[in-house]
């Protein structure tokens, strides 16, 4: 039997001037990118943490803290791969996924559907099971005001206990 679970992801950086901006794991141009110990794809952050929290597996600094070496400029997409393995390790499938990217600038949406497809191919998914949307936030706020960047992320997933 199948039973779904929804899980919610939530992630912010701050930016900084000459950086490298990553996110859904596709390299953006802009004069700023997310302060982090990883590479700061804020996106995949706020996955990771949806699809283990729906599990009830966790969070992203339980399973790769950034008090570790071994993290310490690491491509996101290696860490969603890592929590993917978890997840089939612990029989869960992935429904669906929907991630909002909150930033005044840059402007996502020309690369959404290449972020939608990044994350469709790493986690072997179609395409319509992967959405990806961008807002600002009118100018109010760290994200307004460009000091930041958020993301939110909604998953459901489901438990196989079928062998």
């Not at 959405?131 to 997933?157: M, P, Q």
Request: aromatic share 4%.
């Amino acid at each position: 039997m199948n039973i779904p679970r929804i899980g919610h992801g939530y992630d912010v950086h701050a930016l900084q001037e000459g950086l490298r901006l990553v996110l859904c794991g596709v390299e953006i141009e802009h004069t700023k990118g997310c302060i982090a110990h990883s590479d700061g794809d804020v996106a995949i952050h706020s996955l990771c943490d949806a699809l283990l929290g729906a599990a009830a597996l966790g969070d992203i600094g339980y399973h790769f803290p950034d008090t570790s070496n071994e993290f310490e400029n690491i491509d996101s997409m290696i860490l969603l791969n890592k929590v993917a393995s978890i997840l089939r390790e612990n029989k869960y499938i992935i429904g669906n996924i929907d991630i909002t990217i909150i930033a005044q600038k840059p402007k996502v949406n020309p690369f959404i559907l290449e972020m939608r497809g990044r994350i469709a191919s790493e986690l072997n998914l179609q395409l319509d099971q992967v959405s990806v949307k961008a807002t600002t936030t009118e100018k109010l706020g760290f994200t307004g005001r460009e000091e930041g960047i958020a993301s939110e992320a909604v998953v459901l997933i489901y438990k196989n206990d079928i062998a």
